[in-house]
């Protein structure tokens, strides 16, 4: 048997496992959202990578996140939209990539981003926010930045309804913010924006209920869950779910939910069920 690279004739058959490059062939496919996990085993759960593959791989995912960030200030339209997509991806990869973009300062620019008259450009704004926003510094930085009015703004005067919905999921995510339920209270407009959306488009409910009953991406049906819950806020919002009997459903997905972003949603959900019914609205029985 001879080496494949130098053509020499090898003293030794014995195969060893090269380790380095398995970490490396590990971290791509995890950068790229492609499972290696084997036959029979639960698929390794992508978005919850909170460390990195390897040091290189951590200065790699830093210094993309800071030329992403100059790219969202510096560069013209095209190029600012560009970047917004990438940190779209990027953030929903894992964890430790939606740290790096937010220290990097992706959020403040990606905020300025929602005034933007294109529909590309506010769209993959929005969606970034959204995937940022599920990290607790994600959250902070945009409420002290300001975002929520931007947010809101979205919410009510967005582009398409796609950018409405994610800004209604972005919402619900910074209710944990200390405050900022406060703040949205304190805005008249919010929640009736939320119901406007539901009426606007007739069909939104029953389509986030059937993503609850069919999808297996979890990510996709956290953010469902997410709008279902701000909208159950109010009173039209809450009969117009419970028109599609999705009470049984939530519970199972609350009972079987090992995330806080599956099981609060569901908890939201059941709890202005139950307080519409203790203001006596019957048609809630």
């Known amino acids: 048997m001879t080496c494949p690279k130098t053509g020499e004739k090898l003293t030794n058959t014995e195969l060893v496992p090269n380790t380095n490059l398995r970490k490396l062939i590990h971290q791509f496919c995890a950068d790229k959202g492609v499972s290696l996990s084997k036959r029979g085993k639960k698929s390794r759960d992508i978005s919850r990578t909170v460390i990195p593959g ?53 959020i403040p620019p990606l905020l300025n981003l929602l005034y933007s008259f294109n529909k590309s450009i506010q769209e993959n704004a929005i969606a970034a926010l959204l995937k940022l926003s599920k990290h607790a510094s994600g959250k902070k930085v945009m409420v002290e930045s300001g975002g929520l009015r931007a947010i809101l703004a979205i919410l009510m005067r967005g582009i398409s309804v796609e950018a409405r919905q994610i800004a209604a999921a ?27 959306l539901m009426k606007e488009d007739a069909g939104t409910v029953p389509l986030l209920v059937a993503i609850l009953a069919s ?10 869950l997410a709008v279902l819950a701000t909208l159950a806020k109010n009173y039209d919002g809450t009969f117009a779910i419970l028109q599609t009997s999705p009470l049984p459903l939530i519970t ?17 959900i059941l709890q202005s069920v139950y307080q519409w019914r203790r203001r006596g609205h019957r048609c809630f029985g």
């Open 252 to 268: 199972r997905i609350l009972q079987s939910s090992t995330s806080q972003a599956g099981k609060e949603p569901c908890v939201s």
């Open 215 to 224: 999808s297996d991406k979890h990510e996709l049906v956290a953010d469902s």
């Open 170 to 196: 972005t919402i619900f995510y910074l209710f944990s913010v200390k405050g900022c339920r406060k703040l949205i209270g304190e805005i008249p407009e919010a929640i009736p924006a939320l119901v406007d």
């Open 54 to 106: 390897s040091p290189s791989a951590a200065e790699a995912m830093k210094f993309l996140s800071k030329f992403l960030a100059r790219k969202l200030i510096f560069g013209p339209s095209e190029q600012k939209n560009k970047a917004a997509y990438e940190i779209r991806l990027l953030a929903k990869a894992n964890i430790f990539n939606r740290s790096c973009l937010i220290e990097a300062g992706t």
